[in-house]
């Protein structure tokens, strides 16, 4: 049948994968001159040789490396079986990485198909790659920054075309596979030579706020992207709660705080803009996620005291299209949200050792939030909060109610505290 002969293909070429002389005696001159280097050299050149090659070719490719870690076993494995197992892994990392020209030459080829099977199999093959060794995780983040970046630069007034927008959703959902994120995060702390322009993250940045020149869809997979380079659960070692985090895993798992800062200045940029409901929804989840440790939660609050048109113009949008906009709704629920937890008060820790979380200890007090939302009592407009809860009912009306109990509460409090203050003076 047809299954068996694949079957046998595979066999076949995967004989040519076996090491028969000791791994210490690789160098790359063997490693060059070998059976095994000339097999992966000739299926890579097939895979994109003719386009009836390229399912075929990669389902080949993926069939022969070595599944990605942890590997299943019916029973533990010995300490000599796992030292052979890294040892194989090792050889296989050593061999492709002779051969990331073909490598760059299959992904260049195939990252910005339309064909959904393909792409699947890609994505998997990609996993694969990253996931042989530290060495060719890094290198194959980097080839696929410069790739996006070289999409970029084909056309920098039209990023919104297929091929570029193609190129950045597979980027965007290949970086939620933690060994490919870790990979990224590297490749844009330290760009070096061969990586991406140290200023990649920083131009897409900028696409978000570049207006009706880039679609709504580039802008969903920039802000994927971010969403998941700032979230400290993508990780390769398990996270089993917010509070057990510590902060080292923290620092290496997201993106450092220059690039932080960047990240939030322009969200808040964002929100002010004329985007889609989804997006702006998109921009403050990602902006809550900020909020839940103390050195980001010290970097929005920074950039949200220093903006000069802050929350406001947001709830004025808000307050004009909700009636007629069942999205906004939306956007005005996770608004709330994100006020709700930039002035809630973080519980207490019992301790302060080193080692423990780095859930935050720093809040918004009434008058800083007021001053983000631009909050005026003797103004002469309601402020658009107040309006928006006279044309709302049930959960919406809830929400914002709940921000105005909030202001209130706060304020109540600040005048207690001075009272305080005025009779200990």
Known sequence: SAQQIQEDIVSILAMFSQPLIPVTGEGERNLAGGCWYLMLKEVLQHAIALPQNFYSGLVLLSELLPLPLPVLSSEPLSEASTSKLFQYRQLWAAHLSLLLPELENVLSSLVDSSCPSLLHILKRFVGQLADLSPPLTMMTARML????????????ADVSKVSTLRTLEMVSML?????????????????????????????????????????????????????????????LTPIEAPFTLTLQQLS??????????????????????????????????????????????CLLSKVLKTSEEKLKPLCDRIRDKISSSPEAAVTLATLCELIESLSSRPAKREDDESDKPVL???????????????????????????????????????????????????????????????RAV
């Open 360 to 422: 935050r200890v720093s809040f918004f007090d009434a008058n800083t939030l007021r001053a983000v939302l631009d909050w005026k009592d003797n103004a002469e407009e309601n402020h658009p909060l107040l309006d928006i809860k006279k044309n709302l009912e049930g959960e919406s009306e809830m929400a914002v109610e709940k921000v105005l109990q909030t202001l209130k509460e706060k304020e109540d409090e600040d005048e207690d505290s001075a009272e305080e203050i005025g």
């Open 252 to 297: 290496n798992n997201v993106l450092d705080s220059s690039l932080l800062s960047s990240v939030c200045d322009a969200l808040v940029d964002f929100l002010n803009g004329n985007q889609p409901w989804r997006l702006l929804t998109a921009a403050l989840r990602l902006l809550i996620g900020f909020t839940q440790y103390e050195f980001s939660f």
């Open 175 to 235: 970086s939620t596979q933690p060994s490919i994120k870790i990979g990224f995060l590297d490749a844009l702390k330290n760009p070096g030579l061969d990586g991406p322009p140290f200023d990649l993250l920083l131009r897409m940045l900028d696409l978000l706020n570049s207006g009706s020149s880039t679609s709504e869809e580039v802008n969903f997979s920039i802000l994927s992207l971010l969403q998941t380079l700032c979230d400290p659960f993508y990780t």
């Open 145 to 156: 920054l410069r790739l996006l970046s070289d999409k970029i630069d084909m056309d920098p």
